[in-house]
């Protein structure tokens, strides 16, 4: 992880136009590539973000960011204060609170629940920036990535768009296609997932219980 704290101006060029003027901000360059502007407010969210796989070039007092969609970052360094750099080793990942570890383990059992003649590969399926929740494939025999939670947001999203795109470096696996469960999810989580080709689908807790009650009495 490198941590830059610079007054600084950025601009980006893709599918719109965006420019943030000069101001000191926080610049994080993650070990998987990303790249993520901050400011001193706004909670998690970051002002602007690129994200891997993308290309970053140090210049005299400017950083170009691009990435194989011919998106462009570019951030006018004006005053470095701060610029340092750690090894965060591997993350163990976050740990999920009890209903959202039993959807899991509910949608890992019945998964035809997201799709008729879906099977399941493996739950916890590793990537390098951690394990995505279900990997399943489909009637078609397509690979689909599952990223569960209790309440889908934007962060959700995001998340399950960084697994794939790990997932699809693997020549055994691409293409992998994703799909965002929760109990309820967001309108601009729904937004987003459609923008970027993730399927959504919203779960009721209750009634996937009843089908695992109705198998437990079954045998």
Known sequence: MRVV??????????????????ATRLLMVK???CVAIHADGGAYKPLNWMNAPNRLTEGDGEWTVTNPKGETLRITLEEVLSDSAWELGIDPGLQKDGVEAHLQELLAANCTHL???????RREYPTDIGPVDLLCRDADGVAVAVEIKRRGEIDGVEQL????EFLNR??????????FVA?????????????RGIGWVEVDYD???GIESDELRLF
């Open 183 to 195: 109990q309820q999810i967001k309108p601009q989580a729904r937004v987003l997932a459609t923008d």
């Open 115 to 121: 799709g008729d003649g879906w099977r399941l590969v």
């Open 207 to 209: 009634e996937l219980r």
């Open 161 to 164: 768009t960084r697994y794939l």
């Open 170 to 179: 693997d020549p055994m696996l691409r293409p992998v296609r994703g799909v």
């Open 5 to 22: 704290i610079a007054r600084c101006s950025v601009d980006y060029q893709g599918r719109l136009s965006a420019h943030l003027p000069s």
């Open 31 to 33: 070990a998987d590539g």
